[in-house]
Every structure is written in C-alpha cells, then in structure tokens.
C-alpha cells in the first residue's frame, strides 16, 4: 500500500478560530491583550506544519493566515499612513481579531454546556455503579490535533538542530512500515510517550512519515492518545 492511501484529511480542524483559540490557551495569554507579532508567527508555525506533512487543511485557515499578516502590518505602520476610517473600523487593528475569538468563545461555551447536559442526563439512566473514584481518562477527541501538531514541531526543531549527513543516506521509510513498528511497540499494551516514539528516527522525512503513521493510527481509531492535563506530556497506547 502506498503513502498515497494515507493521504490524511483532518476532519477534527474546527477551523482557524479554533487554531487561534488554541495558541491563546496554550500560553495563557488574556484574550484582550494578545499580541499580533507573536500570533501571526505560531499560526503560520502550524501553517508551515501543514504544508510539511501535506495535509489537507481547509482554505478558510489560508484567508486567516492573510488576515492575520495583514492586521499585523497595520500595527507596525505609521498612524498618518493607517487605512482611513472607513475600511478601518477599530484604531487598535487588534480588535477586529478579538472580536472574532469573542463570539466564537459563547459558541464554544454553549456547546459545552450542551454537552454537560447530555452527559449528566445519560448518567441518570446508567445501570452501572462506579465504586472507584479514579481520574476519568481524556477522551480521544479531547487531545486534539493541534496538540499533536504542536508537539510534532517541537520534535522537528530538536530533529532540525542535530541533523547531519544521514538525511542523505537516510533509509526509504513508509507510512506502513511505521504503522508496523508503532503497533509492535506498543502490542504489549504498555502506554508510551509520545516522544518515545521519535526517539530513534535520524531524520527530517523519517519523522513526517513516523506522524503520519500515527496519525492514521488515531483516524482508525486503532490508536489512543491522551494526557494528564492541559498542554501535558502526550501518550500513546493501543485502543482497546
């Protein structure tokens, strides 16, 4: 089976917003005191992660990518040379953006408290009675691919710093071989860290293929991933 039959399309992306919402977390930023520069860079970080892995991305992440150097490039202009007033509604070009977030946060509230409802009512029905008060595990969908993303640009930075002649000698990789390998790594059923994962690759394409795989591993849900908290160290293990 070829790469081809890989081709992974990210179904889970909610949209740019929720690419923004992520980056703001992450660095738990107050939403009205986000700083254009630093934004603008880590989203198209993540641009530039797509691009690597070839991944099917949405055009509406490309638009905000436009907007967001555009928006950036008002703030390091000149106030005698900004837009005039009427293509420019806001003076702060910051603004715009947060207004955005805004709305899409009492959406993202809602649909929360929609869902604790649902999980709530269908725990009155249970028949099961719990007798052990254990951490609930994060469900697979709760540790998203921005997640995984974000932790596989920081192994490409490690990757990119140590590189040397093997690229060059590297050995053919598949994403079947590595689906392979990580389903033997972790067949005993032993969770892994998700850096484990990468620790013998030697190069660049070795480490876009070895993603791929798991990847692929999560769409067919043949693969869990998890995490203690928020922005945790990722692990990995077989579903059951």
Known sequence: MSDQDYKVKLEVFEGPLDLLWYLIKRDEVD?????????????????????????DVAGEFVVMAANLIYLKSRTLLPVSVQPPEEEAEEADPRWELVRQLLEYKKFKDVAAQLHQREVA????????????DTPAERPLGDV???????????????????????????????????????????????????????????????IVVTFLAVLELVRVKQLRVFQEGAFGEIEVRMAS
């Open 31 to 55: 939403i009205y005191d986000i700083s254009l520069e630093r934004i603008t860079q880590q989203y198209l970080a993540f641009m530039e992660a797509f691009k690597v892995l070839d991944l």
């Open 121 to 132: 009512q269908e725990a009155l029905f249970s028949r099961v009675p719990e007798f052990e």
């Open 144 to 206: 998203s691919v921005f997640d995984l993303i974000n932790a596989f640009n920081g192994i490409l930075k490690r990757i990119n710093q140590r590189e040397d002649l093997r690229e060059i000698f590297e050995e053919n990789f598949t994403v079947s071989d590595k689906i392979e390998l990580i389903l033997k790594l972790l067949s005993g059923g032993v969770p892994m860290l998700f850096t484990e994962l990468f620790a013998s690759v030697a190069s660049r394409a070795e």
